[in-house]
């Protein structure tokens, strides 16, 4: 067994692997250095597991419940710390796991996607090559993370190239915090009304209606350069932005949203892990 560990901008996101199979994927906020100092000298999995599962603050009980018990059933026998296969684009982080004993960083030059460039985000590049693994190449894969991303391959595994923009939540924090007057918003779980009446729903409404109409614009150029192409969305915000691309327009005359572009849409949250997996199995 091992276990996945990609390190966002926002969150720890894990996956727990028996050989090839992806068993349980999950997030957790970062962990602080000396919980992670106790992680190295952890000596079963169980241990470790118990630091890394999030756990309800008000009741102490572990949220994933079942699947949790399971897990630690399941490897209550492995001994030494659990080897953990790392990829990063935060190395600040990075630098906290380095003394982890059992601990394999993946860099960019490991991962079989031709014509990167040197400075390509490493998760970029393994969610480009889960998602080809899975729908074939070409591929465009969508991020929805801190930042939201574009990164599309052609049919020969070779990079095409992309873009880079603030994500949903980044675009909130910035207005709130480099404004004067404007609030922290939260997103809202339905598509706003574009013209909006109060300050809170015309943040969200600039914010979404700009970010969804964004998104079609790329999806509708990648099918005019590869119309085989295969479109895939992944990121802590993948099922918000694909519910508001799915309601109707909340406009005069709304007529319902992309129904052409959301029914082509693939969504998915693990296509990193799966690039990890088909990185490491590269390498045996
Ligand atoms: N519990 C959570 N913690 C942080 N972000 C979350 C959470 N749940 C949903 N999100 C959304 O996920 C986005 C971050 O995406 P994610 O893919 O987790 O980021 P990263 O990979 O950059 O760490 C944020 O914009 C936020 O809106
Ligand atoms: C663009 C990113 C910040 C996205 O990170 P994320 O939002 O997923 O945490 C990351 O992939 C990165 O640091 N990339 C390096 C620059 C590039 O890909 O060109
Ligand atoms: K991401």
Redesign the pocket.
């Known amino acids: 067994m091992w276990l996945a560990l990609?390190i966002?901008?926002s969150r720890l996101?894990w996956a727990y692997f028996t050989g090839d199979t992806l068993i349980y994927a999950w997030d957790t906020d970062y962990l602080p250095a000396d919980v992670i100092q106790r992680l190295s000298q952890s000596q079963t999995l169980k241990d470790l597991l118990l630091e890394i599962f999030p756990n309800d603050e008000a009741t102490g009980k572990a949220r994933h419940g079942n699947i949790e018990d399971s897990l630690k059933t399941l490897c209550s026998s492995v001994s030494s710390p659990p080897p953990i296969i790392l990829a990063s684009?935060v190395p600040s982080q990075t630098a906290l796991w380095q003394s982890y004993p059992n601990v394999r960083i993946l860099t960019l030059d490991q991962v079989p996607i031709k014509g990167i460039y040197p400075t390509l985000g490493i998760?970029r590049a393994l969610?480009l090559l889960g998602a080809g693994q899975n729908w074939g190449f070409p591929i465009l894969v969508i991020?929805a993370?801190?930042?939201l991303?574009f990164t599309g391959a052609d049919a020969n595994q070779h990079l095409v190239g992309g873009a880079i923009l603030p994500g949903l939540g980044l675009q909130l924090a910035t207005l709130a915090g480099k404004t004067g007057q404007l609030p922290t918003v939260e997103l809202p779980q339905q598509l706003p009304h574009r013209y909006a009446l109060n300050t809170k729903e015309a943040i969200q409404s600039g914010v979404i209606y700009t970010l969804v109409a964004g998104i079609k614009d790329f999806i509708e150029a990648w099918w005019r350069d590869f119309p085989q192409g295969n479109v895939v969305m992944?990121?802590?915000d993948r099922t918000l932005l694909v519910n508001y691309m799915r309601s109707p327009m909340k406009a005069p005359k709304g007529a319902s949203q992309f129904p052409e572009i959301v029914d082509s849409l693939n969504v998915e949250a693990n296509l990193?892990f799966w690039g990890m997996q088909k990185t490491l199995k590269n390498y045996e």
């Open positions: 990609m966002g901008n996101h684009v998760d969610a991020d993370g801190t930042a991303t992944t990121g802590g990193i």
